[in-house]
């Protein structure tokens, strides 16, 4: 943050931004030097077992996934709404001209942030990693282009939001993943499923900048 960032606040919002897919990528080639190309195995750390829910099997991973998913989303959202750091981060995002004359430490502000969304960043890893039982250096950059997506389509700001737009994006996938070999007559396979959160993202851009919880915000003159 205070290397890539801190200096880009008063840059255009897209200098930002094109400093995060720079800073993604460097940070994934120095996985890639640490640990090689290659696919690891995670350690079993959760229990194995397969449940039928209407249906559909699912594993006990999964399932503390979700309830582990659903408490850090209590959480955060209790840090933000709840706190007097999340009031000052409200304050900062908002304005934060004002919020420094009110006496915020900004830059204390933001560090806090960019280490609460690392760690948070951090434990969605463990989740995937252990779903899947295996990691690889590569392994989070299409996740990180999807939880864009669905912070987008939720509204960008927007913690709800961003929470809706996971679990609609989830949805839609794993649907299009069922039933794209019939919308394709059987010429693509379920592997194709990324292509759905791209879909989305592109018609939320078009449609609805803004998201579905986001609110519509006038230009400034």
């Known amino acids: 943050e205070r290397i890539a960032y801190r200096p880009l606040r008063n840059a255009p919002r897209l200098a930002p931004l094109i400093t995060a897919i720079g800073v993604s990528i460097v940070l994934q080639n120095l996985a890639m030097l640490c640990w090689g190309r290659e696919y690891h195995p995670f350690p079993a750390l959760l229990p194995g077992g397969t449940h039928t829910l209407g249906g559909a099997v699912i594993n006990e991973v999964q399932i503390i996934i979700v309830l582990a998913a659903l408490a850090v989303m209590a959480g955060l959202l209790a840090l933000v709404h709840r706190t007097r750091l999340g009031r000052a981060m409200r304050a900062v995002a908002e304005n934060p001209s004002a919020a420094a004359l009110m006496g915020v430490d900004i830059n204390a502000v933001i560090s806090v942030t960019f280490m609460t969304g690392s760690a948070l960043a951090a434990l969605a890893g463990v989740m995937v990693s252990a779903n899947y039982g295996i990691v690889h250096y590569y392994m989070g950059a299409i996740l990180g282009l999807k939880a864009f997506t669905a912070a987008v389509l939720g509204g960008i700001g927007n913690l709800r939001g ?40 592109i018609a939320v851009l078009v449609f609805r900048p803004s998201g579905l919880l986001g609110e519509r915000v006038a230009e400034r003159a």
């Open 162 to 201: 961003a929470m809706l737009g996971g679990v609609l994006l989830g949805l839609i996938e794993s649907l299009g993943a069922g039933y794209i070999g019939d919308l394709s007559g059987g010429f693509l396979g379920s592997h194709y499923q990324d292509v759905f959160a791209f879909f989305v993202l």
